[in-house]
Structure formats: structure tokens, C-alpha cells
């Protein structure tokens, strides 16, 4: 047995079945057909890494996970597969938890701006082609060249109208600005707003710091994000903003090394829809960010229905493999659980292709990396059953529950600072005063006017850029931007 911290998972017809924790960070998948326990097992993972002193962030799709808030209670079949196992030590407890809702409504609001999310995922979240991206892009350059910061929707509504109002004075450094591409990006946009997005690109954005805390008792803090709404009503919103996390996480937090713990997991449920659709480049991004995370001492957990489900370069990043049955019904699926059984090291004693098909409810077969970073042979685990509550909280517990958080209050308001939409408005009245009272319009013909830069439009250029550089160089270009090489 190592020295280091160990994560029980559960345990074998030979005894008890454990991860060394400083492999946790090498990533892991949990998989299985509906039904089969994946959820307690998840739940189960993430009491595992809160005992520990690990923070926890994780998606809940169904809102089961909120149990994990409230003591455990009472089930014979709990009790038979703690004492199955020979588990000591076994008591219900609860973890600590804070809710999170990107709505607002069953948890704290959870938001970010449109600058920090980039014009990579916005991109993709608004589904545009390679032109329409070309020139959100655009939108984000000029937006730093001219020190406006893009906070919410409206910032970016006012920047892209701004460019098309201004195509022909931009076209010489930043390209051809279609107004037919701009209206495309303006409904996407619209669209988004009628999904919720608004209320995620705003501010007060969320603090990663305090994703990642541990409580007086040196547990960490597992965070609940409710997405039951989310993922059925803005699947690609939910995908995006997992991979912004993710993203925002590699170029926030600073080198560990080899520890014997992790500093934070992540846990992905419904990771076929972080994929779904994505375009080369955004995935290649994502394996990339999965890849790299490790040395920051994140680990990254996937919850899918199929192992099939994940990129094969991302699959193979995945140390731990946790997988509950499949079903075998047709020959596609029959192909998904030979693919399966053949992604584990092998056991002689084992035959995980119809060991797949047979596995009962809160059974896996299973395979950690061991102290060296090899896998080990697959096994078939019994999981552990979680000390917490199996099922969600009541509104009423959750209502209660929010009102005791350490973080009641602070994400709550909207704050709408100064940004573009206000600074271009406030010039555009400023602009308007200025020719009303010079009689510009008349005394300079639009044929002269369109080749050069306007009095007004200096004016705005120099009032933008006395905002001070500082602010400009500080507006974000997406947290993906050092993957780019573009800090």
C-alpha cells in the first residue's frame, strides 16, 4: 500500500479497491448506460476528494447531487455493501457545499464577461461560420485598440453595431466588415438572450478563488452547479462554460509539481455535449487544456453514457477508467462494448467484454493508474455507497441552505460599470451636440468626410485611449489566449 493519500473506491471479492491520490490529477472517466449507478459513483468520488482536503467543482444534471449537503441515511442496501466490503470507519455525514446556478435560481449566480470568455468560444457557442468569426474577432481587436471593455450583451451589440456604422473606416486595418455577417451575429446573439446567456455575461464574475476553498474542519468545499434547466434549454451554453473553466483554471493557476493530493477536481456530466458539434479547432483546444491542466494539479473527470462519447486523444489523457454496464442490443452497440473492454488493461482472471453486459446496479469494471502511473489490470468493483444523502435536497432544505452560504450577497446584483455600450452612447450624445452646434453636417460633405477621420471620431479615439492603456492591455482576449501564444 503507498504511503500517500488514498481515494476508496470500493472493493473486490479480494478486499478493498483504492486510487493513490497524487494520480488523481491524471484525469479519469466514469461511464455506463442509464440506470447503472453513475451518479452515486460520482457523488461517491466526490465525498472521496472533499475527506481529503480537495475541492470539488461538478456539474448536476438531474439534481441529485445536492445530497451531498445532507447527512446520509439509513438503507439496508447500504448497509449490506458496507458490510460486503468490510468498510471500518462508515457514518453518514454530509460535505460541505455551495450551490451554484448560471440562472440565479437554485443557486448563487454564477457569471463572466464576454472579454474573458473570448472570441474562440463565443464562436462556437453562437455556432457562426468562418466569416461571422472572422470578424467577432475583429469586434474583440477593436474593442482593445480603442480601450472599451466588453462586459455583457449590450457592450457587444454596441460594438458590432459601432462597426457597421463604421465598415468603410475600418476596412483598411481590420478587413471587410459585412453588415450581412454582422446582422447573422446580432440574431445569434438574440437568440442566446432568449436562452438565459444574458444573465451568465455579466457582472460580478465569478472569483475562481472561491471554487477552491476548504472549510475550518480541512475539507474541501465541494461546488454544486445546477444544470438541469441549462443542459435541455442551452446545451452549448453549458458546454462552453465548462470549457471556459476549464480553460480559465490552466492560465490562472500557478505550476505544483508531483503532490500528493490534487488542488482541484472537476467532475463533467453529459461530456458528450462539451464535443457535440465543437469544431476541430475548439476540441484540439480542449485536449490540449486537458493535457497541460495535470501540472496545475487539476484533475478532470468525464461523465458520459459510452466511453465513445470522449475524443480518442482526450480518452487516452484519462488515468482512471470507471465503467458501469452497457447494454448490448444492437450491433452498434455490441461494437461499443467490445471498444470498451479493450480500453482496459487486462486481467486473465476477467473477461470484461461480457462482464459489461452482466454488471449489476453500483458495480464497475475499473482501472486506476498505480503509484508508478501504470494502469492496473481491470477489476470488478463493488463501489462504495456515499455517506451523504442518496437523492436532492427539498427547495425548502435548499432555500435554507443558500441562506447560510458564505457567499450569500456577493454574486447576487447585477453591477453595470461603465463599459462600451455606455462610452460609445455617451459619445454618440457628445457627437451629436458637437455638430448640432458647429453645423458640421452642412459645412462638410459626406463624399469628403468618408475618407478621413472625423473631428468627433479623434475625439473618441483619444478619449478611449486616455482611459488609460493600462485598462486596454487588460481587457482578456479569452482565456484561451495563451494557447495561442498571443499573451
Known sequence: ??????????????????????MANRHGLIAGATGTGKTVTLQTMAENFSRLGVPVFLADVKGDLSGLAAVGKPHPKIDARVSQLGITGFQPRSVPTVFWDLYGVKGHNIRTTVSDMGPL????????NDTQSGILYSCFKIADDEGLLLLDFKDLRAMLLWMSDHANELKGEYGNISSASIGAIQRSLLILEEQ??????????????????????????????????????????????????????????????????????????EAHLLFDGSSNVLVNKIEQVVRLIRSKGVGVYFVSQSPMDIPDDILGQLGMK?????RAFTPKDKKVVKAAAASFRQNPDIDAESLITELGVGEALVSVLD?????????????????????????QERSDYLARSPYKGRYDAVVDRESAYEMLKHKAEKQAVAERESGLRKSVPVSKRSSRESPVEAMVKSAARSIG???????????????????
Open 469 to 487: 492603456s493600462q485598462v486596454g492591455r487588460q481587457i482578456i482576449r479569452g482565456v484561451l489566449g495563451s494557447l495561442f501564444g498571443k499573451r
Open 1 to 22: 500500500m503507498s504511503d500517500t493519500p488514498q481515494l476508496l473506491i470500493g472493493g473486490t471479492e479480494s478486499g478493498l479497491f483504492s486510487m493513490d491520490a497524487s
Open 121 to 128: 468560444l463565443l464562436s462556437s457557442l453562437l455556432e457562426l
Open 371 to 395: 503509484a508508478e502511473g501504470k494502469p492496473t489490470p481491470v477489476e470488478h468493483v463493488y463501489i462504495k455507497p456515499p455517506e451523504s444523502r442518496i437523492g436532492p435536497l427539498t427547495d
Open 196 to 269: 438565459g446567456a444574458e444573465n451568465f455575461f455579466n457582472e460580478p464574475a465569478v472569483v475562481l478563488d472561491d471554487l477552491i476553498k476548504v472549510d475550518f474542519s480541512g475539507n474541501g468545499v465541494v461546488n454544486v452547479l445546477d444544470v438541469s434547466k441549462l443542459i435541455h434549454q442551452s446545451p452549448k451554453l453549458y458546454a462552453c462554460f465548462l470549457i471556459w473553466l476549464l480553460a480559465e483554471l490552466f492560465e490562472n493557476l500557478p505550476e505544483v509539481g508531483d503532490a500528493d493530493r490534487p488542488k482541484f477536481v472537476l467532475f463533467f456530466d
Open 322 to 326: 470507471i465503467q458501469h454496464a452497457l
